[in-house]
């Protein structure tokens, strides 16, 4: 049997529960990534990881550390960070003393290969030269933020555009210390330069089709659904936005909304609109789904293949999203509109024909199961630092 090459995957968030794209991107490249390499996952966490969590990766890795990162740490990095030109995320993640023992681990390990995944690791492993590197963007950092500043207010505007900037420059120095460069959508790699985009490898997320299955058993209650991370603020826009452009003038309409990291301010807000139950997050995710007829998506800012777009057509739910968010998954059948009464003429014309809504729910499922594969994926990446 051939000897497993030694891998450190190192990350900016211990990558279990599984209710954020970067920790379901991760736990599942780590799970395949384990069957040909002994994997040292190193993960940054902000919050305490509960032993069970650690359980859910033993079985996929040969050791695990976690280093924590303090509030007062972070703070006083932050602050001092407005002298300086890096991004504040990257201040945010980035810990001298963590770095002098990664740094320490590294040695000791003596890596084949090292797996970062987004920029906000990066400068703990950046300047490792013994080994050959893998940087997973997943998606520009730079662009969701300027998407997000032409959405907020003055001063919220300023600082967004100043670290959109910082980030699109770091995001651009960054890419010559790394041997390999992935990105999960095309959509995204057009943000870089040509010369830095044609080095880039196009990975997308994967979908575990046998998971996320349709639930016939159920009978779906309301007419649409929508799950995200309710902390998101791409997630946080897109409610509202339904809220204010659909559901106010559709009382019909029945919404229902799940996800991780529900806040007070966002549960106040839709209150107000009796067609619309939100709920935390939940443990078995698919259950919200199957509760769905349409699976709703009108995202009006954020970045890269948005997972729960996939997961819905894989549930056999007919989808409707806009068309920043269908860029990312060509050639689709999903149901593109980008303004409130194409949506609303959309939900009508499917509500009232079933064998077309039912037609549209089998053609995604099939795309997802001939298309996002994890094993398929991780395999073309495996070729990819093999050949090279």
């Known amino acids: 049997m051939e000897a497993k090459q030694k891998m450190v995957f190192i990350t900016s968030r211990f990558p279990y529960p599984l209710d954020k794209g970067d920790k379901l991107r991760a736990f599942n490249l780590i799970q395949q990534l384990s069957q040909k390499h002994d994997i040292l996952l190193v993960a940054l966490s902000d919050e305490e990881v509960k032993p069970e969590w650690r359980n859910k990766l033993v079985q996929y890795t040969v050791d695990i550390r976690v280093y924590h990162l303090g509030r007062i740490g972070i703070i006083l990095r932050l602050i001092a960070n407005m002298l300086q030109s890096k991004p504040f995320q990257i201040a945010y ?43 997973d963007y997943m998606d520009l950092l730079s662009i969701g933020m300027e998407r997000r500043a032409k959405k907020s207010s003055f001063f919220k505007n300023f600082v967004f555009k100043l670290e959109a900037q ?34 880039l490898t196009i990975i997308p997320n ?20 929508f799950v995200g991370n309710l902390s998101y603020a791409p997630n946080i ?35 107000g609109y009796a067609n619309v139950t939100i709920l935390g997050w939940q443990e078995d995710i698919r259950a919200t789904y199957a509760q769905g007829k349409i699976f709703l998506a009108p995202m009006q800012m954020g970045t890269g293949l948005q997972n729960k777009i996939l997961e819905a057509m894989a549930m056999q739910l007919p989808c409707i999203t806009t068309s920043l968010v269908s860029a990312a998954i060509p050639e689709s059948p999903i149901i593109v509109a980008d303004f409130a009464e194409e949506i609303i003429a959309t939900i009508d014309a499917l509500l009232g024909n079933t064998e077309e809504a039912k037609r549209l729910g089998q053609k995604g499922r099939t795309f997802v199961l001939k298309r996002y594969s994890w094993e398929n994926w991780v395999t073309n990446y495996e070729r990819l630092i093999d050949q090279n």
Not at 106 to 116: A, N, S, T
Not at 247 to 260: C, V
């Open 93 to 135: 993640f980035t810990d001298i003393i963590i770095r002098r023992k990664i740094k320490k681990l590294l040695v000791e390990f003596e890596p084949d290969h090292i797996f970062c995944q987004m920029i906000r690791p990066a400068e703990y492993v950046k300047n490792y030269h013994r080994c050959r590197k893998t940087i």
């Open 166 to 199: 910082r980030l699109a420059d770091y995001e651009q120095r960054l890419f010559n210390y790394f041997e390999f460069h992935l990105m999960i959508s095309q959509q995204d790699a057009n943000g870089f330069p040509y010369e830095l985009r044609k080095r």
């Open 206 to 225: 994967g979908i575990n089709t046998d998971y996320f299955a349709p639930n016939f058993e159920m009978v779906p209650l309301f007419e649409l659904v």
């Open 237 to 271: 826009d897109a409610v509202k936005w339904m809220c204010r452009n659909i559901l106010k003038h559709r009382e019909d309409l029945r919404l229902l909304i799940a996800g991780s990291d529900l806040g007070s301010g966002l549960k106040s807000f839709v209150k």
